[in-house]
Structures are given as structure tokens and as C-alpha cells.
């Protein structure tokens, strides 16, 4: 799909005038300009999200706080981390720094965009005012793919978990995904208030956990404690192997996974639609984003390194949990699997949400089904949380078919979706700013720097980790790339079923909303 059919103006062939710029008298906006569905031009220049109707502003400082340091603490790290340590050595701290470099870089495009106009569709609507339809069509169901094979991910996590426990092993991993989907799913039905308690409780939870982890792993360094019966210290890096022990190419391939590590960065984006003064609370929750990388991502693996061999982690076990368990303090693997269960319930929980608000967008303007535009009497948008759901209720039947496989065959799929999610922000970025530089926007002043670079050195790395996972023949990843032409069918298919709906909504101004409430009519 090309950028210009992207920007291509609605299906009606109407447009609305552009915004000017801020401080600027309506007098002075062009007389034309970039829309799309379901978004309109106010007398005032404000773009206006029909899915933003109806949602409280519920979610306080502390709650964006701590779901932005939550938000890239989940199972990529406390699971996925044991698996990458053996494969790739030493070598995962600089694949999560190098990722996380990335990741911040989208995020604060991201954070840039919401000061530019929060909305709960986040990425998707600001898709929408700068791409078109087209472009926030691809960005929603992409994030869709996203999260649903992520809550698969997770459900299967929590039965890995559970089963660590020897009262849970006779218990079928397909039976406790299930439970921990239908209360999860019950958690997030109730209210935006409750998942922002549920959150800001589950990041402490991580945060202090993580915290404890490093002060100990610091101890055990400084006394020289050996731990399993190793010498822990810098040099166990290094005899045994070094920082790359089975060379460069599999920190390559890895980077696909460490990707999906950080896929929870751009749930703050979607939480700004429901926060009050988010122009005051986004930049700080944003920019805390790198220490959080520097220190729980790349500090936890150099500790990680330094206290066992690379070669003693193993795959679906958490890298947290074998080194407590080796040191035999009573109890100690129990309570930090207790705290990896916590994580994979608050990646659900967070799944559950940001969907839920990203359909209804969609959904708005016609290109998801009626129901989930559905809100509660809590204001939740229940039908796009229960269409999540339902697709999380597939892993279900996967764990049961495929226990064993279950976490690696959707890892994959989910990095594909996620790196799409990641580009379309950067591009809605990249077009933003040359909105802002033909003097129909205004760029707020916390920025992306470097832009336009910026933008375009992400989306080189965002296509070079494709390549990558082309070249990954011993695991899921090349046959994932294979199903890169079966989504982009499925994308292409499902636009032309819908797209009779989005004329419609167009048409209708069913997915479009001037600042006073009113239906324009026009996109």
C-alpha cells in the first residue's frame, strides 16, 4: 500500500479544513487540508475522535506513572529472558539496549503526538488524521494481532507459572489459561478506575521485585557468594565463551523476541484518552522510559550473566527463578515465580484494555464491527474487550493442543504485528512533522529529536529485524515471515468488506465529531 493511497482522502471524496496553527485565529487556517473517517475539523482547528465519546478521566498521575514503567516489565523479560540467555550469552544485554534505543524513540514519537491531541484511539486515530482511513485500518487490527496473540502469550505464561508449583501440575496448562483469562477478563469489565488500581499495583509489585533482584545480585557480587556452586563475578562472562559464545548471529536472531519484550511501551499512549492533564503527566511518565531500559532490561541481564553460566538458563523457565533457586533460600523461587505470575496478569490486563479502546476507534469510523463501539454503564467498551477475549479463548485450545509450543508459535506472529504498530506511529510522526512544516500544525514542545532521521533510521531497524527473522530457520521465524503475505490478504480482503461500512459512516458522520458534540457529516 502505497503512501499516497494512504493519505487519500475519504471515501465520500470530502475533506475538512486543516487545523492552523496554534495561536493562530481560524481566520488564518488553509482553506483545505489532510482528514480522514472518523475524525473532524472543529471551528477551532481541534481534530475531533468520534471513539473518545464517553470515556472518564478517570486514570491519575500515579496510575500513568506506574503503567508506563509496568508497561515494558511483563513476560518478555521474566520468561522470554531464560530462553535468550542460553542462546545467545552475554550478548542479550546489548540486543535490549539496542532495542530499547528504538523503543523509546517510538514511544516518545508517540508522546509527541498526544500533546498534539490525546485520544484513547492513540495511534490509530492519529493514523487516521494523517494517513486516512486506510492507514488507521491497518494500524488497529494490526495492534489487534498484536494483543490477541499476546494475551496468548500470557495465558500461556501464567500456566507455565502455575505449573512451577507442584499443587497446580496435575492441572492441565489449558485449564488454568482459561481461569486466569476469566478473571482477568472480569477485572478489566469493571471500570477504567479498577484497571488503573489493578496496574498500579501490579507495577509496584514488579518494580519492587526487580529493585530487591538487583540489590541482592549486587551483594552476591560484592561478597563474592558463589551461587550454584559458581564463582559469580564479571569474569564468568568470559570463561565461557565471552560476551558473544556462539558469535554474533544469535543475538541477531533473538532481537525478535527482545522486540516483543518491549511491546507494552505504547499502552501509555492509549491511557493518555482517559487521563486528566495528560500534557503535564506524559512527558515525565515517557520520558522515565530509559532508565527504566538501562537499568531493569540491560542491568538485569549483565546480573543475570555475572551470577550462573549463560548455558545453566533454560527456555520457559524464568532466568529470576533459577538463580534464587540455586541459592537455596527457602521459598525464594516460589515468591518470585509468585511476582512472574503478577507480570503476565498485568500484560493480559493491559492487552485487555488498550484493545478494547483501539476497536472502538476502529469501529467508529466503520472498519470494525458495530459491537465494539458497545461502553458500559461504567463507560468500558466491553465488545472490544470480549472480541479480544474470544481470541485469547484460541490459545486456550492451543495450550491444550500443543502445550509445549504453545509460547514460541504466537511469540513470533505478535513481533510481526508489533513491529507494524511501531512503524505506523513513526510514519503518522514523520507526516506530522511535515504537517507542522507547511504551517498547518504546530509542534508541541516536547519533540521527537532528531526528526526527520529519527523516523527514518526506526523504520530501517524495524524492516532489518523482518530480514532477520527471514534468517531464523531453526525457530519460528522464518516460517512466521512466510505469513506476512497471508496477513497482508486478510488485510487486503477485510478492507473491501468494510469499506461499504466506512462510506457509510462517512456519510452518515457516524464517525465523526465536532468539539461541541454535533455529527458534521464530512471526514
Known sequence: MSEQDLRAPSPTGTSAAAPPPAGASPAA???????????SATGAG???????????KSLKTRHVNMIAIGGAIGTGLFLGAGGRLHNAGPSLAIAYAVCGFFAFMVVRALGELVLHRPSSGSFVSYSREFMGEKGAYVAGWMHFLNWGTTGIVDITAIALYLH?????TTIPQWVLALVALTVVLTVNLVSVRFFGEFEFWASIVKVAALVVFLLIGIGLLVTGHKVGGYASGPGLMFDHGGIFPKGVLPMLVVIQGVVFAYASTELVGVAAGETENPEKIMPKAINSIVWRILLFYVGSVVLLAMLLPYNVYQDGVSPFVTVLSKLGVPAAGDVMNLIV???????????LYSTGRILRSLGAAGSAPRFTTRMSKHQVPYGGILMTSAVCVLGVGLNAWVPKDAFEIVLNLAAIAILATWAMIMVSHLLFVRACERGELTRPSYRLPGSPVTEIVTLAFLAAVVVLMWFDYDGEGHRTVLAIPVIVAALVIGWFCVRRRVNAAAENGGGAGSGDGSVTGRS
Open 46 to 56: 481541534k481534530v475531533v475522535d468520534a471513539g473518545d465519546e464517553g470515556y472518564r
Open 341 to 351: 505470575l503478577t507480570a503476565a496478569l498485568s500484560s493480559l490486563n493491559s492487552g
Open 164 to 168: 512451577y508449583w507442584k499443587a497446580f
Open 29 to 39: 487556517a488553509p482553506s483545505t487540508g489532510t482528514s480522514a473517517t472518523g475524525t
